[in-house]
């Protein structure tokens, strides 16, 4: 194996960024039809500057925002706790049985059901 980037890693970063901003421009979206931007009404009132709090599309910029920062986040921490080593390692063995358990059992029982010991 090289020591060579390639430009699947190098646009990695670029996809989850991707998707932030896929979810917050979704949350945007839901927003300003939740909150009847589309409508007369609400044109009618902002126009004639009776509309009290934020207006539909400043609320959507804010969620939107939002959403795209939680989901960043969300993904980066998740992206911490894939080991780089372990992605390309192939699994033999179920992944939730206790690597104790096989290691003193050798494989798990002929009859595929492993011995678990309760605490």
């Known amino acids: 194996m090289s020591d060579k980037t390639t430009r699947r890693d190098l646009l ?3 996809h989850l960024l991707l998707i932030a901003l896929a979810c917050g421009v979704f ?3 839901v927003t300003l039809f939740s909150t009847g931007a589309f409508t007369s009404r609400v044109n009618d009132l902002i126009s004639r500057g009776l509309y009290e709090g934020l207006t539909p ?4 910029l804010v969620v939107g925002g939002a959403a795209f920062i939680v ?3 969300g993904l980066a921490m998740l992206m911490l ?6 992605v390309t390692k192939t699994v033999d063995r179920p992944v939730l049985y206790d690597a104790s358990a096989d290691d003193a059992e ?3 029982p002929a009859g595929g059901t492993p011995k678990t010991t309760h605490p």
């Open 12 to 14: 990695r970063p670029l």
């Open 27 to 29: 949350a945007a979206v």
């Open 57 to 60: 599309v400043a609320l959507s």
């Open 71 to 73: 989901t960043l986040l």
């Open 81 to 86: 706790a894939v080991d780089p080593a372990e």
């Open 106 to 108: 050798g494989d798990a």
